[in-house]
Structure formats: structure tokens, C-alpha cells
């Protein structure tokens, strides 16, 4: 099993940038594909963006595509998530995940979760 947990959520004005990180613990977590998701007042969870143990050929969602960046650093336990450009529509809880299979793009395919941190973007 593996603990999650996300910071750097906040209040942004549209067309700003955050950071949120999500520090992991659990002696196999670098062999671990790593997911971001969001969940938007009165909608269903969704992708955001996904990166391998590897840290090669990460997937996004299109909605965020040229905007976000994920990334990852193995040594320090942690995943992060460049967003830029941020608008509204990227209010959301944000959630990380951990899944053992490499390639993981459904919230299924998780099987362990944070709590999430709040992104709110102001028009």
C-alpha cells in the first residue's frame, strides 16, 4: 500500500500558475505509475494527467494538454504537477493516485488515493 498526500492548492486568478506535489511513502512507490485527477463541483472525477515509474512518455488529458506538466522525482517521493495558464473551468479538487500498472489513465486502474487539495481559479 502506499500514502499520498497532496499540497499546493489554492486560490489563483485566471491565466496564473500553481504547483501541487504529492508526497509519497511505501517502499515500492517508484515502481508505480502516478495520476493526478480532479473532481469539479457537480461533476464526476476525471483524468488530469498520469507519468510512469519512468517518467517517460506521460499522458494528459486534453483539457490540460499544453498547460500542465507532470513530473516526478524518485528520490524525493514525489510527483509533481505544473499548471499554467489556469483557468475557471480548472476549479477542482485535486487528487493523486498510485497504480501498479504502467500505462493508467482510468480512476479504476488506482488503487491508492490522497485526500486531495482544493484548486480554485478566479475569473
Known amino acids: 500500500q502506499v500514502q499520498l498526500e497532496e499540497s499546493g492548492g489554492g486560490l489563483v486568478q485566471a491565466g496564473g500558475s500553481l504547483r501541487l506535489s504529492c508526497a509519497a511513502s511505501?517502499?515500492?512507490?517508484?515502481?508505480?505509475?502516478t495520476g493526478w485527477f480532479r473532481r469539479a463541483p457537480g461533476k464526476e472525477r476525471e483524468f488530469v494527467a498520469a507519468i510512469s515509474w519512468s517518467g517517460n512518455s506521460p499522458d494528459y488529458a486534453d483539457s490540460v494538454k499544453g498547460r500542465f506538466t507532470i513530473s516526478r522525482d524518485n528520490a524525493k517521493n514525489t510527483v509533481f504537477l505544473q499548471m499554467n495558464s489556469l483557468k475557471p473551468k480548472d476549479t477542482a479538487v485535486y487528487y493523486c493516485?498510485?497504480?501498479?500498472?504502467?500505462?493508467?489513465?482510468?480512476?479504476?486502474?488506482?488503487?491508492?488515493w490522497g485526500q486531495g487539495t482544493q484548486v480554485t481559479v478566479s475569473s
Open positions: 493516485a498510485a497504480a501498479r500498472q504502467v500505462r493508467a489513465v482510468l480512476s479504476s486502474q488506482y488503487d491508492d
Open positions: 511505501g517502499r515500492t512507490w517508484s515502481r508505480y505509475t
